[in-house]
């Protein structure tokens, strides 16, 4: 693991560790019910542009374009699996042809290192179509991660192993699906859960520059309209969708890989 797949791992540990088993851990209940009470003393000190109270917060949450959520998601989505998609191919020829990996991954790694805002700055200046702006900055943000974490498992199964499955003579479809597929699973999960948390993120600035619609867009209205508590709104739903999926994708896991338990 690259230290920067690292960086973004532990950048998304917060988000990943609320989920355990699918289920929320009493913990968190807990606190979020330390921050419910602070927050409202908060509101009671504080004026509402600083710390607006939860009844404010409710009617902005009513009042919020609705709209904007599925559109977020939906970009999230495609950009994933595209991102998925060309990840893992691109893993598999490193992993097959040695010398596409020493050409190619330290371009990857190079890419990696790029600041998201400056990946916004080339968007803006190299495509005309505002979505395929937004696909590109979660696409290139996320398949990088794929790729490494993908080709770390491959190469993390052992030669032994390699090579009693290969004294079966298994056709290259068979050696996959038996020992490489298994062997991946797991940080193929990992990368999800961290792409997950990365790319809501990411979408959500992306969707700041140009979009005219959007979770983004719609924290871009409320802060023209110096509007704390329609950011606020806004956030409790970006929130809700990371922990709903990332929930999703831990139950998946659990059932995926039953084994582990």
């Known amino acids: 693991m690259s230290e920067t797949a690292t960086g973004v791992r532990s950048e998304a540990v917060e988000a990943v560790d609320v989920v355990r088993g699918g289920r929320l ?14 927050w409202h003393l908060a509101s009671m000190v ?11 917060i409710w009617q902005a949450l009513l009042g919020l374009r609705w709209d904007f959520v599925p559109v977020t998601v939906g970009r999230v989505f495609l950009a994933l699996i595209i991102s998925f998609v060309g990840g893992v191919l691109a893993a598999a020829a490193m992993y097959r042809w040695e ?10 790694k190079l890419l990696m290192a790029v600041p998201v805002l400056c990946w916004i700055m080339f968007a803006v200046l190299w495509f005309k179509l505002r979505e395929v702006r ?7 943000v996320c398949a990088p991660i794929f790729l490494v974490d993908v080709l770390d498992a491959m190469r993390g199964v052992s030669k032994e192993l390699r090579d009693m499955v290969r004294a ?3 056709t290259p479809q068979q050696f996959f699906a038996k020992l490489i597929l298994p062997a991946v699973l797991p940080a193929i999960l990992t990368s999800w859960k961290i792409n997950l948390s990365l790319s809501i993120r990411v979408v959500t600035m992306a969707e700041l520059v140009g979009a005219t619609s ?6 871009h209205i409320a802060n023209e309209l110096f509007s704390v508590a329609d ?5 409790l739903v970006l929130v809700l969708i990371l922990m709903a999926t990332q929930v999703a994708v831990t139950r998946i896991e659990r059932r995926v890989l039953v084994w582990r338990d």
Do not use: H, N, Q
């Open 168 to 170: 079966l003579r298994p």
């Open 46 to 56: 504080f004026p509402p542009f600083v710390a607006p109270s939860w009844s404010r």
């Open 214 to 219: 959007g979770i983004g867009y719609g924290l």
């Open 25 to 38: 851990p009493k913990e968190t209940f807990i606190s979020l019910a330390a921050f419910v009470v602070l």
């Open 99 to 108: 010398a596409a990996e020493r050409y190619c991954l330290p371009t990857v």
């Open 231 to 235: 950011v606020f709104a806004w956030t």
């Open 134 to 140: 937004i696909a590109f900055i979660l696409v290139v």
